[in-house]
């Protein structure tokens, strides 16, 4: 099992930035593609982002590229969604996700073996 906790979350104006982290237990943190995905009040989940085991390969949703950057510190065992140029659009739940091993598609969540909680991030007009 691993655990992941996300941080960072809050409430910001359009055009401001905010830095979410996910900190993931045990030793292993390595093997696990590690994605985020966000949901919207009376929305379903969507994929945002995804980083590969080494942070070489880096995926993002086209409402969010340019704006957003993933990336991941294996030696701390965290991944982070740095976000700038926010828009109220952007107002939801961030969750972060670790996989395994993605057979299929990368932006499913049925792909995701480990979710954290959740950090809500806000931002007004």
């Known amino acids: 099992q691993v655990e992941l906790v996300e941080s960072g979350g809050g409430l910001v104006q359009a055009g401001g930035s905010l830095r979410l982290s996910c900190a993931a237990s045990g030793r292993t943190f390595s093997r696990y593609v590690m994605a985020w995905f966000r949901q919207a009040p009376g929305k379903e989940r969507e994929f945002v982002a995804s980083?590969?085991?080494?942070?070489?390969?880096?995926y993002l949703t086209d409402s969010v590229k340019g704006r957003f950057t993933i990336s991941r510190d294996n030696a701390k065992n965290t991944v982070y969604l740095q976000m700038n140029s926010l828009k109220p659009e952007d107002t939801a739940v961030y969750y972060c996700?670790?996989?395994?091993?993605?057979?299929?598609?990368?932006?499913?969540?049925?792909?995701?073996?480990?979710w954290g909680r959740g950090t809500q991030v806000s931002v007004s007009s």
């Open positions: 996700a670790a996989s395994a091993g993605v057979a299929g598609n990368r932006g499913r969540f049925t792909e995701y073996d480990y």
């Open positions: 980083i590969s085991r080494s942070g070489g390969t880096t």
